[in-house]
């Protein structure tokens, strides 16, 4: 028998972003508009099909740059500044995900130090960073007094799935400095951890543990005032990957 392509049903593959940073002490996603059906109207992640010549990392990094300006941080590359870690985080392939046609997301994890407010483009008609917590909510109003409706597609699982992935990448990996400038304090870091995690920690152990590892932080013999208070000494993010012992996340 001859191969008909007709006889296949439609079938295509897109790429989903969950984009985190932290902005205002707050963890937070990039959330565009749709302004075309399906969907029209609501919240979504950022994304879109990937197209015929290019595999899932290309899409995914052209997709971040489009929708942030952010290109992907080459670890061969660790002076390089304004890079984003990007990582593949899950495949998502119900039949009914997608009203036009049969779609498989592979949706990715960015992170990225505090962002500028982000342009619509595409199919989007606004886009913002949002809190995590609201754009998980399903009901209610958010902080802009409008009223919150789900996100579209299935992307509430894929934002819940990347922020736990983050959530737990971050107590025995070095994916939180990832949400910090090329040079921060150990107080600018520990603030990450409590945005992410939802929690506040204890100043001290915090120090002992992230300091405690060799190599997962260097001093870069600066210091800075841009907190408050005394100068903190500067640090950057160091070759170890790991952080031994983990930082365990406290339980709520």
Do not use: M
């Given at each position: 028998m001859s191969y008909d392509p007709s006889a296949f049903p439609p079938f295509a593959?897109?790429?989903?972003?969950?984009?985190?940073t932290v902005r205002r002490h707050?963890?937070?996603?990039?959330?565009?508009?749709?302004?075309?059906?399906?969907?029209?109207?609501?919240?979504?992640?950022?994304?879109?099909f990937v197209r015929a010549d290019e595999?899932?990392?290309?899409?995914?990094?052209?997709?971040?740059?489009?929708?942030?300006?952010?290109?992907?941080?080459d670890p061969a590359v660790p002076t390089q500044d304004h890079g984003a870690h990007l990582e593949q985080?899950?495949?998502?392939?119900?039949?009914?995900?997608?009203?036009?046609m049969r779609v498989v997301s592979v949706a990715h994890l960015a992170l990225a130090p505090d962002l500028p407010a982000p342009r619509a483009g595409g199919d989007a008609s606004n886009a913002r960073?949002?809190?995590?917590?609201?754009?998980?909510?399903q009901g209610g109003y958010g902080r802009d007094?409008?009223?919150?409706?789900?996100?579209?597609?299935?992307?509430?699982?894929?934002?819940?799935?990347?922020?736990e992935r983050a959530r737990s990448k971050i107590e025995y990996s070095s994916l939180a400095t990832a949400f910090c400038?090329?040079?921060?304090?150990?107080?600018?870091?520990?603030?990450?951890?409590?945005?992410?995690?939802?929690?506040?920690?204890?100043?001290?152990?915090?120090?002992?543990?992230?300091t405690g590892t060799p190599g997962?932080?260097?001093?870069?013999?600066?210091?800075?005032?841009r907190q408050g208070g005394r100068p903190a000494q500067l640090f950057r993010a160091g070759g170890a990957t790991l952080l031994n012992p983990p930082m365990l996340r406290p339980e709520v």
């Open positions: 593959v897109t790429v989903d972003l969950v984009v985190l707050a963890l937070c996603a990039l959330a565009v508009r749709r302004g075309e059906p399906p969907f029209q109207g609501r919240w979504a992640l950022p994304g879109g595999d899932l990392a290309q899409a995914a990094a052209r997709e971040l740059a489009e929708e942030t300006g952010l290109r992907v941080h985080l899950a495949t998502y392939g119900d039949p009914k995900r997608d009203p036009r960073w949002a809190p995590v917590e609201e754009l998980l909510q007094g409008e009223p919150v409706a789900p996100l579209a597609f299935d992307h509430a699982q894929i934002l819940w799935d990347g922020v400038p090329s040079e921060f304090t150990v107080g600018e870091l520990r603030r990450v951890y409590e945005a992410v995690w939802g929690v506040a920690l204890d100043p001290r152990n915090f120090h002992r543990k992230v997962f932080l260097v001093p870069t013999g600066g210091t800075t005032t």
